[in-house]
Structure formats: structure tokens, C-alpha cells
């Protein structure tokens, strides 16, 4: 098979690199050695052309002028297929598609962020090389280690009245051979299939137009490559890799919100790949005029193209999505059972997802023994008694208020007084406790963000341990809502 192939071909050089290593290590010395060539790491190798990361493009210019003829030397003599040897300047946690060996840049990225940030220093005699810009698209066909999920496919996405429009429109960006509309703006709440589709249009040019470069990476990943490129004062190599892109997805972009140098960044990312004809592909969980903490111009930029919205699943959806799993998963799911769960789990297909695996295992430890709707409420008792008596968040948002006297509003509101910054914090700590919902989603309720979700989450279970009258409230409170 072609994959096996280019992983033994990829493990040969990888060996190759870990014996040149040696060698170089006995020639310039262990200091040398570790501060300009350990950080170096394979990133692909095809046709003859041998892609190297860098961590920074000072380090780039340095290894380039001092050392990379020699490195061409000695592995031409193990390996004459070695046409040409590239230096990269990559972050080591690339989610970029093309040619990125994921697992050896892994430990680069550790040794990049447990070292100080090189200092900008001026170098007599080292030009500012410019960035073969050429090698970031060189190896977009050997896109084997891809960072995509193989099941989120366009084969295994079940259509239904409430996503059809979603898939069409994606349908038609991985179809078309010019951009049909841009950006492609999708949004739903969680665990509705936004991911799913944009792996699947991925997958689908792919398979089309395999030298076609993709980038799909989350908000949170971009933000963080871009901090990471003020931090090497690297912002230059940051927007070179954008700037050889066909096509660009980024998921979840709600969590852009608030960061004003990165949505800057964004946004001239953004505009430069749209002038240039690029097809982009945004999700959120808001509409675009509904994302906060979105500066308004990149916001209207972001709605301009089209819009496309999951709505939550109807029965027929579920059902449907039921049995393509089960198909996938290679067992037979009596209608009867689908019917219960799709009936019982109805907040998302994660979760629906979630329950079929956990019936589909118990089934196959135990065979001979039929799915029944006896054995899936047995199997699923817990998951299922939490459905039964779900609370909801304004349910504990009310009898939280109530129990400290203060109305909803004021816990909702940005009031950081004791009074109501403790309640709030309680009724978070319940609303994780007592629904599935996650941290993102109770923020909203409460007008925050995750983060300060998290924060009281944590901040409560230790005052459970160490105050008593937080532990009694908690607890009054937890079985007020449960009963
Ligand atoms: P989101 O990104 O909107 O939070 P995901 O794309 O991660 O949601 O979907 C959650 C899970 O549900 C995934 O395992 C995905 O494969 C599955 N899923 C979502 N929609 C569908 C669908 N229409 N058909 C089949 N599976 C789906
Ligand atoms: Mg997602």
C-alpha cells in the first residue's frame, strides 16, 4: 500500500536523521549541538526533497548558514535519494495538514516551550535568508498523517430536515472547483455536527485535489500559534504558512472572543485569503452577529459570505443516526431500542453517540446476550435517570437566588460583591454537577466565559472541604433540585 510505503520510507530517514545526529553531536560539540541542531526535527520527506522543522527563523538563518551543507553531505553518502534538504520554520504543534509528522514535532514543542525565547541578536555576516515558502506546499499529497477524524465523512453524515442545509452548502464547497461562497459560516449548538462536516469537506477536496493545501485547526489553536509567533517574534513565519493555503477552516471561533491581537491577525489572515480567491470555512456556536467579544468589522466579514445553521435534532434524525452507527459499529439495532433511545437522548448526538457505544460494548462482551430495552435501561440507568430528572440550568439558577435571596438577574449580572459573586459561583458548580452541559454552554447562561466556569467549579469543591456552611448550602441546595 502507498501509506505503508511512505511510513517505511519516513521511519528510514528518521533513522537516518537519529545516526547523523551522532555524528554531528562528535563534530561540533554537545553545546553547539543542543542549542542548534536538537531542536531540529523531520517534518516529511518525499520525492528527493527532505523538509526539516525550525523552531524560529533566527535559528532557521543560523543552521542554514552553518551547518545545513554539511548535514546535505554526510546524508547524501547514506542516502543518494536526498535531492535537496528544506528548512522549515514551523511550530512544532502544527495541525496543518500537509506533510506534518505530528509525533516527532511533539517533542520538539516541549523543548521550545521549557527554553527562554531566543533573543533578537544582530549577526554580521548572517542575511535574512528569505523562507522558501515553495516547502510548505511541497508535500500536501502525502497527507497520511492528517489530523482528521476518518469517520466524519460525508458518507457517514445523516441528513435530515434540521442539517440539510448545512450539508448542502458544504457538499457544495468540497464540490466546486472555484469558491462558491465565502466564507462558509456554520454554527449550532454542541454536538450537532459542525466538526463532522468540515472534516468531511476536507476529506472530499482531498480526494479530488490531493495537492490541494488544507488547513484545518481550531480557534483556540490558532490563537495559541499566533501568541506563540510574538513570543519567538516570529509573526512573519506565522502568516507565510496561511499565506500558501487553499483552503482554511477554523472550528469554534466563539473562543476568539476578547483576544484583540489575535482577531486582528484573524482578520487579516482572513481578508488576504478571501481577496486571494481562498475558500474559508468558519464554525461557531453563534450566528455571526450573535458572537461576543467579536470586533464588529470582523464579525460582518465573517457573515458575508453564507450562513449556514444546525438546528437540534428531530426524532427521524436521531433514529436515523442510530442505525448508521450501529451499521458502523457492526451490530443490529432492533427498532424497537432505537426508538427508546432516540425518544430518551435528545440534547445531542455526542451524547446519543455516547449511549449506543456503551449498549454496542455490552452487547459484544457478553454474546448471545440481544439488546433488549430492558438491558439499555440497565446498562444506561445512570446516564438515563440523569435525563429523567434533568434540571436545568435556569431551574438552578432560580433556586439558587431564591436560596440566597437574591434575584436571577442580579446573578446573571457582572456584580463581583460576595453576596452574589458566591452564589453564582454555587450555581455554576451545580449546573456542571446536575446536567450534561458543558462549560461554555453554563457560561452563557450566566453571561461568562468557560474559563470562569471552570474557575468556580474549582473554587467550590474546595470550599466544600474546608467551609462548612458552603458544604451545607451545596448540599441543601443539590437536594432540593434532585427530589
Ligand atoms: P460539533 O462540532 O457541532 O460540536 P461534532 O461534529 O463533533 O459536533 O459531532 C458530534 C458527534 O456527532 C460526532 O461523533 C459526529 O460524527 C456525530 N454527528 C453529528 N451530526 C451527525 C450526522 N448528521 N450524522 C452522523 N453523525 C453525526
Ligand atoms: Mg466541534
Request: hydrophobic content about 40%; proline content about 4%; overall charge positive.
Amino acid at each position: 500500500m502507498a501509506g505503508e510505503a511512505i511510513q517505511n520510507n519516513y521511519d528510514e530517514v528518521q533513522n537516518e536523521w537519529g545516526q547523523i545526529c551522532s555524528q554531528l553531536r562528535q563534530e561540533v560539540g554537545e553545546k553547539a549541538f543542543d542549542s542548534w541542531l536538537k531542536p531540529l526535527s523531520i517534518s516529511s520527506f518525499s520525492s528527493g526533497v527532505m523538509n526539516i522543522c525550525v523552531p524560529t527563523r533566527f535559528m532557521r538563518n543560523w543552521v542554514i548558514t552553518n551547518y545545513s551543507d554539511r548535514i546535505h553531505k554526510i546524508w547524501e553518502k547514506k542516502n543518494p535519494s536526498i535531492k535537496s534538504i528544506n528548512f522549515i520554520v514551523q511550530a512544532a504543534d502544527e495541525e496543518i495538514i500537509h506533510g506534518i509528522h505530528s509525533t516527532t514535532c511533539r517533542s520538539l514543542l516541549k523543548k521550545i516551550s521549557n527554553s527562554p525565547a531566543p533573543q533578537n541578536i544582530y549577526m554580521s555576516g548572517v542575511s535574512n535568508l528569505p523562507v522558501d515558502s515553495s516547502a510548505m506546499v511541497s508535500d500536501s499529497n502525502q497527507s497520511l498523517s492528517v489530523p482528521l477524524n476518518p469517520q466524519y465523512t460525508f458518507e457517514n453524515f445523516v441528513v435530515g430536515k434540521t442539517n440539510e442545509f448545512a450539508y448542502a452548502a458544504a457538499r457544495k464547497v468540497a464540490e466546486s472547483d472555484d469558491v462558491p461562497f465565502n466564507p462558509l459560516f456554520l454554527y449550532s449548538g454542541v454536538g450537532l455536527g459542525k466538526t463532522h462536516l468540515m472534516h468531511a469537506i476536507a476529506w472530499h477536496i482531498k480526494q479530488r485535489n490531493p495537492e490541494k493545501n488544507i488547513v484545518y485547526l481550531s480557534a483556540e489553536k490558532f490563537m495559541y500559534k499566533f501568541v506563540r509567533a510574538l513570543r519567538y517574534k516570529d509573526t512573519a513565519a506565522f502568516k507565510e504558512q496561511f499565506r500558501s493555503v487553499d483552503v482554511l477552516m477554523v472550528d469554534d471561533v466563539q473562543f476568539m472572543g476578547g483576544k484583540d491581537t489575535t482577531q486582528e491577525e484573524f482578520f487579516y489572515t482572513f481578508n488576504s485569503l478571501i481577496e486571494e480567491g481562498r475558500q474559508i470555512i468558519i464554525s461557531a456556536d453563534k450566528s455571526p452577529s450573535d458572537l461576543e467579544g467579536i470586533e464588529n468589522r470582523l464579525r460582518s466579514r465573517l457573515g458575508c459570505g453564507l450562513v449556514a445553521d444546525i438546528h437540534p435534532t428531530d426524532f427521524d434524525l436521531r433514529i436515523g443516526i442510530l442505525q448508521s452507527k450501529a451499521k458502523q459499529l457492526n451490530c443490529e439495532l432492533p427498532q424497537k431500542v432505537a426508538e427508546f433511545l432516540a425518544q430518551k437522548i435528545t440534547t445531542n448526538i455526542r451524547e446519543l453517540e455516547g449511549a449506543l457505544r456503551r449498549i454496542v460494548a455490552h452487547a459484544q462482551l457478553l454474546p448471545g446476550k440481544e439488546i433488549t430495552i430492558e438491558n439499555t435501561q440497565d446498562v444506561l440507568k445512570d446516564m438515563l435517570r440523569s435525563y429523567d430528572r434533568r434540571t436545568t440550568i435556569d431551574e438552578i439558577q432560580k433556586k439558587v437566588a431564591e436560596y440566597f435571596n437574591i434575584s436571577v438577574k442580579e446573578m446573571q449580572s457582572s456584580r463581583r460583591a460576595r453576596t452574589v459573586a458566591r452564589p453564582r459561583q454555587i450555581a455554576m458548580y451545580l449546573a456542571k454537577l446536575l446536567t450534561l452541559r458543558s462549560l461554555p454552554e453554563i457560561g452563557r447562561k450566566f453571561d461568562r466565559d468557560h474559563t470562569t466556569v471552570m474557575h468556580a467549579v474549582r473554587k467550590i469543591e474546595e470550599l466544600i472541604k474546608k467551609d462548612q456552611n458552603v458544604a451545607e448550602s451545596v448540599d441543601q441546595l443539590r437536594r432540593a433540585l434532585e427530589a
